[in-house]
């Protein structure tokens, strides 16, 4: 049976779980070379101290082990040190001191991993501890002890950022009927993703090239960045190539370069064969890069009616011992200026300042685009406090201060400008489905009985498909994507993108996309990324940037097909182009549709009867360069139960509603709302990364880690409104993280909400039991 072009807007099944369900895709741990060695890493117990001497003798004498890299060894070739995204720059391995505990300090290389292991225990290290700084409001202090010696600046601060009119806010907040402000701190989490970060280097001295296979997000700019730190010995980028096979989860984790990749290539050029780095379990929670941190001070200004005014925020970042977040190169703070959400404010300001601690480095945006789930969680608890402060509903205050229809595109008083938004058809869906009124007088008569039941509302816009050149860059990459597509005689596709899945379903998403605009059937469209010597340049998946960057390169590149293939077809009809009609898959001679070519027919002949002067061949390029980036949104609604007696939440229900624009295809954006409710759900309730006052992280394992699970896990229940963007070509606008945005804030809104008439004002995430009980047993509600 001939098979079909569905396009968008169908429940395709994916086209990649053929492999994965069945066990067979291929991550990096499954990959073996001839002759691969094996790199395993030595790690400080400290989070500060000054290294005295490493013993490598016992680690050498073990059979087996071949070398230890240290730090000083990698200074004599310029390696010691390598450029973060955000233009700090990060130990590869000390050459004196440690600056967090579980930081890389020597590297042994072996026959097998086990031995690599032994070896790791046989190294001695000798530390001088010294005083550590946890808490990045104590770093700024004057006395604090300054973390990072070799910055010219002898502060701890690394960065002041501020957007918006500050005397316009200030003013506004003089002037003000009501005001309202709060501290808010979003914890340090980790991005726990399936798989861990690993790599395999091989270096062919005779060809002078270097493959590297890695769990990377973002290959082409890992090769780039990989030819600007090692250009000086000769690894030049036509030299390098990347691949990037199946990745079990990315989530912003593995945008950063880790020392390990780095310390794999050295251990391959130093031995000339192929070195695999592998992280286990608590390497990866204890040294990769984390998320969140962020020690809010948030303001809002409104008349007492509930018009919102004006907004301020203070922020305090803490992004451990070296600035290596992922984010544009112009936006310190991210995109957290995304802040003033879905409302109109005539003034906001906000400022972020960065800061060392001795913690890991980073400030990566778990699932979300740059920190607009610190923004998102922010406004949307300070309108719920400002709405119960006024004693106005919550649902009823949004409505009242929501971004209009009419309004749209909307400059925000940050600067940017919404491509489209319906804010208030959104919450109604929501409020509708949920059933919000009868909820509210059901809560009423629970608190007569002395039950604590509660509703939390987050309404929020998100901000993804970084993006635009004109603005958005990593280490002066600009932040386009590329789609090349290659139509074979036959009529069969090979589409190749420069963005790399790790599990969102791209190459279904992107044949669907190709099938939307030539009507070739999906089953005919293969698509690959994640090898830069067959890939065209992009800067990779994350940011939720895939669809409005890679996916409009993908329709863009098509649509030049489209018009070469109507050359094809004027001649092969002898019509003139312009009375051809297109109708996917063929195009027909106006008001004669049996005169018609199929875009198999046109294919076979641009490889066989060309029209003469034409280049044969039917294919494209494209690079996308976004003019904005898109802003989906959403309302959700959390439904909360609490036991007096334990402190324990229970989420009774969640409605989702979810704005995306134009979908592509409808099982996969329910599976990325589902996935993403969960990862919402987990620094709400449960995700945390804590240190004691020496730096020491107290829980480096899933024993106290706590992800939830599907014991955990409520029925999420999703619907949808549809706002197409205006200037993406699809209309689409990106989902990846939109749940993981505006779900802790639901879930905080409504725990609030059960507790606000005992006078619980806040209580920041996560809200475990304990929490929830202490501030109980506080207010005398329980024992």
Known sequence: MATQAHGMGHAVKRKEDARFLRGKGTYIDDITLPGMLYLDIVRSPYAHARITAIHTEKALAIPGVLAVIMGRDLDRYGLAWMPTLMSDRQMVLPIDTVLYQAQEVAAVVATDRYTAADGVAAVEVDYEPLPAVVDPRAALRPDAPVLRQDRAQKTNHIWHWEVGDREATDRAFREAE???????????????????????????????????????????????????????????????????????????????????YVLAVAASVLTGRPVKWIEDRMENLQADSFARDYHITAEL????????????????????????????????????????GSYDFRTAFAEVDGVYTNKPPGGIAYRCSFRVTEASYTIERMVDILAHELGIDPA????????????????????????????????????ERIGYWDLRREQAERRRRGELMGIGISSFT???????????????????????????????VVARFGTKSQGQGHETTYAQIIAHELGIPEDDIVVEEGDTDTAPYGLGTYASRSTPTAGAAGAVAARKILDKARKIAAYLL????????WERGRFHVKGSPERAKTIQEIAFAAYTNHPPGLEAGLEAVAYYDPPNLTFPFGSY??????????????????????????????????????????????????????????????GGSFMDYLLPTAVETPRWETDKTVTPSP?????????????????????????????WHLGVRHIDIPITPWKVWKVLRERGVTE
């Not at 990037?244 to 912003?252: K, L």
């Not at 018009?307 to 190169?329: C, E, M």
């Not at 002898?574 to 009609?581: G, K, Q, S």
Request: contains cysteine.
């Open 727 to 755: 200037h993406h070509p699809l209309g689409a606008k990106g989902v990846g993280e939109s749940a993981t945005v505006g779900a802790p804030a639901a879930i905080a809104n409504a725990v609030i909400d059960a507790l």
């Open 396 to 431: 009823e205050f949004r409505l009242r201060n929501f971004i209009r229809l009419d309004q749209f595109p909307y400059r925000s008083a940050l600067g940017w400008t919404y491509d489209s938004g319906n804010y208030e058809a959104a919450l109604r869906k929501a409020m």
């Open 637 to 698: 609604i959390c439904v909360v139960d609490i036991d007096k007696g334990t402190g324990e939440v229970k989420i009774r229900r969640f409605v989702a509603v979810d704005d995306c624009g134009n979908i592509i295809n409808p099982m996969i954006v329910e599976g990325q709302i589902h996935g993403g409710l969960t990862m919402g759900l987990a620094p709400a309730l449960y995700e945390e990364i804590t240190y004691d006052e020496h730096g020491n992280m107290l």
């Open 301 to 340: 200004a409104a008349t007492k009616d509930g018009r919102l005014q004006a907004l301020r925020v203070k922020t305090i970042a803490d992004h451990g011992a070296f600035d290596a977040a992922a984010n544009p190169s112009k936006f310190p703070a991210g995109l957290f200026s995304i802040c003033t």
């Open 574 to 581: 002898e019509a003139r182009e312009d009375d051809l009609v």
């Open 178 to 260: 009501v005001t309202v402000a709060q501290d808010l701190y979003i914890p340090r989490i980790h991005v726990s993703s399936i798989e861990t970060c690993g790599c395999i280097a091989r270096w062919d001295p005779v060809e002078g090239k270097l493959t590297l296979w890695m769990t990377t997000q973002a290959p082409h700019a890992i090769r780039t960045v990989v030819a600007l730190v090692a250009g000086h010995l000769g690894l030049a980028e036509h030299k390098i190539r990347v691949i990037a096979p199946d990745i079990g989860g990315g989530f912003g984790g593995k945008v950063p370069v880790y020392p390990g």
């Open 462 to 492: 998100e901000i993804v498909g970084a993006g635009p050149s004109h603005t958005f860059d990593i280490l002066g990459l600009k932040m386009f994507d590329s789609a090349e597509i290659r139509i074979h005689p036959t009529g069969k």
